[in-house]
Structures are given as structure tokens and as C-alpha cells.
């Protein structure tokens, strides 16, 4: 597609349960990342896929946190048991190749409210 | 390790006058360094990147950005701000080797007064 598209754009869910926040990037890209971006604060990544290697799970902030990438291609990521502080704007960004000379592409977000 | 420092948190500006908003970064190696711009309820637009090669480097919507390495900064200016400036920029800095991520500055909130 032409961009990065995420869905849902808005998703608001009960404390306690699943959710599944999905990415599509921009056909070809071989590099995704996850980002959060909770209230009045900055980005804080999560986690980055490039091609077929392991992805980079440094920034997932717990064991209810867990990302996949299907055929190199769209990105799941899964939050279990969701607790309130997890409530945040969650963007997908991809990139052409890893590293300097591109820039990343971010998609809208999913807006995520755990009531 | 690699760290960004945007100097500012907020920025009000008129319209018409210039705009400065300030990052620093440290890194060990030569980063590539990025600006985005974030309207509100809308996702990263990237509004220029460096790269090693010129040190002046110009972006969409009349910004621009120099790159300083003996001061270790990549300001963003506008010689005239317009109403639609106002948004949250983020200065982005990124290494091409080692961990593959993008480190993101806090942001600054710009404001445009009429």
C-alpha cells in the first residue's frame, strides 16, 4: 500500500483481557518496529523486525507483551491480561532497509484505552 | 549508546516569525538524525533527515536543519512560521550499527500565535 496502515485506529477494552493491535507496512519493507506513545511522554520502542532474523524484543516492557511478523510482511503485536497503565498510542513504523539512509514510515496508531 | 535532548518542551512562536527548536544527541559513532512533526491525532511525518552528507539539510514545508558535530546539535528552524506549524516535532536520532532502533527526543510542542 502507500503507507503504513494500522488497525484499529481506536480500541477500548476491559482490564484483564486480550488485545491484538495489527500493522501492515509498506509492501517491500523489510524492516517494522513497534513503538508506544503514552501521554505527554515520548516514543518508547518495543520492538523491531528486519527480514527473516530474530526480532529485537529489548523494549517489550513485559511477558504480556508479545510481537510476531507473518511472511515478512504484517506484524501482530498482543497485549494479554491489559492493565491500565497500558493504555497508549501504539504506532508501526517500517522502513525500506535497516539503518542510515532511509527514513522510517509510521502508520496513524492505534489509540488503546484499558478501562 | 545513543541519547537525545530536545531542549525544549514548549515553543510559541507568531505567525510570520522565525522558528528554533533545539535537539542534541550523543552518540558513539555518526548517527543518522531525523525530524518528525506529529499533528494532533495523526501519526510521524517525517520532516527532513541528515545522513552524512550536507551538513544543511532541507526539509518539506519550508524546514531545515543544520547538522553541528562540534556541538553536537541538529536544530530545527523556519524563517517564517504559519498557523499549521503548530504541532509536536521529535528529534530522532539513529545508528547504523548495533541495536537497529530509532531513539526518539521527548518532543517540543509548538505553538503559532495570529
Known amino acids: 500500500g502507500a503507507g503504513v496502515s494500522q488497525s484499529p485506529s481506536n480500541k477500548v477494552t476491559e482490564k484483564g483481557k486480550d488485545v491484538e493491535l495489527r500493522c501492515d507496512p509498506i509492501s517491500g519493507h523489510t524492516a517494522l518496529y513497534w513503538y508506544r506513545q503514552s501521554l505527554g511522554q515520548g516514543l518508547e520502542f518495543l520492538i523491531y523486525?528486519?527480514?527473516?532474523?530474530?526480532?529485537?524484543k529489548s523494549g517489550l516492557p513485559s511477558d504480556r507483551f508479545s510481537a510476531e511478523r507473518t511472511g515478512g510482511s504484517v506484524s501482530t503485536l498482543t497485549i494479554q491480561r491489559t492493565q491500565q497503565e497500558d493504555s497508549a498510542v501504539y504506532l508501526c513504523?517500517?522502513?525500506?532497509?535497516?539503518?542510515?539512509?532511509?527514513?522510517?514510515?509510521f502508520g496513524s496508531g492505534t489509540r488503546l484505552t484499558v478501562v | 549508546a545513543q541519547s537525545v535532548t530536545q531542549l525544549d518542551s514548549h515553543v510559541s512562536v507568531s505567525e510570520g516569525t522565525p522558528v528554533l527548536l533545539r535537539c542534541n544527541y550523543s552518540s558513539s559513532y555518526s548517527p543518522s538524525l531525523f525530524w518528525y512533526v506529529q499533528h494532533p491525532n495523526k501519526g510521524l511525518q517525517l520532516l527532513l533527515k541528515y545522513t552524512s552528507a550536507a551538513t544543511l539539510v532541507k526539509g518539506i514545508n519550508g524546514f531545515e536543519a543544520e547538522f553541528k558535530k562540534s556541538e553536537t546539535s541538529f536544530h530545527l528552524t523556519k524563517p517564517s512560521a504559519h498557523m499549521s506549524d503548530a504541532a509536536e516535532y521529535f528529534c530522532v536520532v539513529s545508528l547504523w550499527v548495533g541495536r537497529r532502533a530509532l531513539t526518539f527526543g521527548s518532543g517540543t510542542r509548538l505553538q503559532v500565535q495570529p
Open positions: 523486525f528486519q527480514g527473516n532474523s530474530a526480532p529485537d
Open positions: 513504523a517500517s522502513s525500506q532497509t535497516v539503518g542510515i539512509n532511509y527514513g522510517y514510515t
